[in-house]
């Protein structure tokens, strides 16, 4: 029969589950199908830290949002149009986020007496009242998967698990999104198992003839594809642009890269990337502890190679000694920290900005070192390629703060000319530097203050390296005081530097009429963006800028920030910036902060601003 098409610009759809009901694949080939059909997105992965909690639990609940449309999009959204709920506690756990009028999918086959027992309902949710403002669909999911797979060569219990593709399908018909990825994806990941590859394709195309011939699905719908500049995109997610960026970096400075690592969550994913890239002269080595991991980084670079390590929160602090190394032996190293939810373990798959002043003062002594932030998944690229270049061209270790969110979400990016990468020199010393055709370890450059970077093994480059105080020229150890306090100042003097290095801060102030700024960093830009946007629309006039290089900040910061009545900072921790800014500047901020393992919303960001403009 024929259906209805309907017109949309944007919508939110939310997949959830039991942690094994495939919820993350199923929303990562939705998302992948909707790149490719060119609308603008933006996802939020959220997943138990247990790799398999108790089936049908609440704690075991796994979800996948996407948020996509016709037009330029900031965040994975506030709220789910649409949820696909393949049990009880999937309902439960997210009913509180959705909206009135929200459409919700229900796998009825699993709404038995226990499962509904295991989350504390005690009657039926689907027959009680409770979702009567929501507009439901009630699908046996499992049993209609089982039954379309009645011919193929699968147990119950493998056709069971395709439930997943079957509400793939349907959803696909739903939004007219591409059908094509997804059979070359099954394809290509069942390749060895013939009869799981027939299941998850009949399964697929089972959701799809449903959506097709059903009455309980009288309209479909389509989103455009957005109006995005001309270029190549793919999409991608956090983790996969900061290792992108890594290899970028390498490429551009001739280093070859090593990553030195131990897996933790949410930060493996950079490791499993960088090791599939060995044709690009990349080494990769699983260690057995965090401190080994970061020694092995720095001693790459003393070699000669460009030294990265990555971590999160835990992993970091057990790094820190190593990085006071680095920072004393002035060699090169980047640091990924994908922050994550603590203190301690915390909530290893939740989101948080809590390792800002770790970064910046997390070592013994006077130990600085430049820390710079990405704000998106894509931007995670253009950050780690920046590590690269301060690391290399000012010998420092530096530090980026990614975050879960970041890490796990995606978007699209829009490949860069090779040709716009910065050119990265790592300028090695080749001979002797010192009027006495000696060579001094320690004599700066006049203009980055970086000593010279000197490879073992070159001839008349002898020098001492350890973490013992060395003097100011030759490099011997010294305990001298005042020359302990000139090198402790010109290490200082040396991140300063980098402030005549970076671009000023850039404020978005249209008209230049605001009397409020909001100022962020890190992974909160999308949702502050999208908040600013929904002020101006209500006529409310804000300014917004947002920081990326948080040590050294950029140099016109101080004039940027005096230049408002008053200032906002949104972060997802319990006012760091807002810390440094007071302590630095002298500015009295208004520190909007919470840490729940979440994004903010875009809404209550935007009610924060609205309050902030309308005071006296």
């Not at 602090?317 to 603590?342: C, F, N, S, W, Y």
């Not at 820390?371 to 270790?397: G, H, K, M, Q």
Request: charged letters at 20%; proline letters at 7%; hydrophobic letters at 40%.
């Amino acid at each position: 029969m024929a259906k209805q098409i309907e017109q949309l610009d944007r919508v939110v759809i939310r997949f959830a589950g039991d942690s094994g009901d495939g919820m993350q694949l199923t929303g990562d080939r939705f998302t992948q199908e909707t790149a490719s059909f060119g609308n603008d997105l933006s996802t939020l992965p959220n997943f138990p830290a247990e790799i398999r909690a108790p089936a049908g639990t609440l704690p075991g609940v796994s979800s996948f949002q996407l948020h996509f449309a016709d037009h330029d999009i900031m965040t994975p959204g506030d709220a789910p149009d649409v949820l696909v709920a393949m049990n009880p506690a999937a309902l439960k756990v997210n009913l509180g986020d959705l909206p009135r009028g929200a459409t919700v999918i229900v796998n009825t086959d699993e709404f038995t007496k226990r499962s509904l027992a295991k989350v504390g309902y005690t009657v039926d949710p689907l027959t009680d009242g409770t979702l009567d403002s929501f507009k439901v669909s009630a699908v046996p999911l499992t049993s209609m998967t089982v039954e379309a797979l009645a011919g193929t060569d699968v147990s119950k219990k493998d056709a069971q698990r395709a439930k997943n593709m079957f509400a793939l399908g349907l959803l696909s018909w739903m939004y007219n999104r591409p059908t094509e990825g997804t059979t070359s994806f099954l394809k290509s990941k069942f390749s060895a198992k013939p009869d799981i590859l027939a299941a998850n394709l009949s399964a697929f195309q089972a959701g799809w003839n449903f959506g097709e011939t059903t009455e309980d699905f009288a309209v479909s719908y389509e989103i455009k594809p957005a109006r995005l500049p001309a270029g190549t995109y793919r999409n991608i997610t956090g983790n996969l642009a900061t290792a992108y960026g890594l290899i970028a970096g390498s490429k551009r400075s001739g280093l070859p890269l090593f990553l030195g690592s131990y897996p933790i969550t949410p930060a493996s994913d950079i490791l499993h990337e960088l090791s599939r890239h060995k044709q690009f002269g990349v080494r990769t080595f699983q260690a057995e502890d965090e401190i080994s991991g970061v020694g092995a980084a720095l001693g790459a670079s003393f070699g000669g190679s460009l030294g990265v390590t990555t971590t999160s929160g835990p992993g970091m602090v057990l790094k820190q000694e190593t990085v006071g190394l680095a920072v004393m032996t002035e060699l090169p190293l980047v640091v990924i920290d994908v922050q994550r939810a603590g203190p301690s373990t915390g909530m290893p798959t939740k989101t948080e900005q809590t390792d800002l002043l770790m970064a910046l003062y997390g070592r013994n002594g006077e130990s600085p070192v430049p820390v710079v932030a990405p704000s998106s998944p894509a931007n995670c690229f253009d950050a780690a390629l920046e590590a690269v270049r301060i690391a290399v061209r000012y010998r420092t270790p530096v530090v980026v703060l990614s975050d879960g969110y970041l890490a796990n979400g995606s978007e699209p990016w829009r490949l860069p000319e090779v040709s716009d990468l910065p050119e990265i020199d790592p300028g090695f010393a080749t001979g002797p530097n010192g009027a006495e055709g000696d060579f001094l370890p320690y004599l700066r450059d006049e203009e980055t203050l970086a000593r010279p970077w000197a490879v073992p093994g070159t001839a008349g480059l002898e020098h001492r390296i350890g973490g013992i105080e060395k003097h100011a020229q030759s490099g011997d150890i010294s305990y001298t005081p005042a020359n302990h306090d000139l090198m402790v100042r010109t290490r200082q003097g040396k991140i300063e530097a980098i402030a005549r290095d970076i671009p000023e801060l850039e404020v978005d102030d249209p008209g230049g009429e605001a009397d409020v700024l909001v100022l962020g960093w890190g992974g909160t830009y999308g949702s502050i963006t999208a908040a600013v946007r929904r002020v101006r629309r209500a006529g409310g006039r804000v300014a917004q800028a947002h920081l990326r290089h948080l040590n050294p900040f950029p140099a016109n910061l101080g004039e940027v920030l005096h230049r408002y009545e008053r200032v906002v900072v949104p972060e997802i921790n319990l006012g760091q910036l807002s810390l440094l800014l007071r302590g630095r500047f002298l500015v009295d901020v208004i520190g909007y902060n919470k840490v729940r393992g979440l994004p903010f919303k875009a809404e209550e960001l935007a009610d924060v601003l609205q309050e902030v403009i309308d005071r006296d």
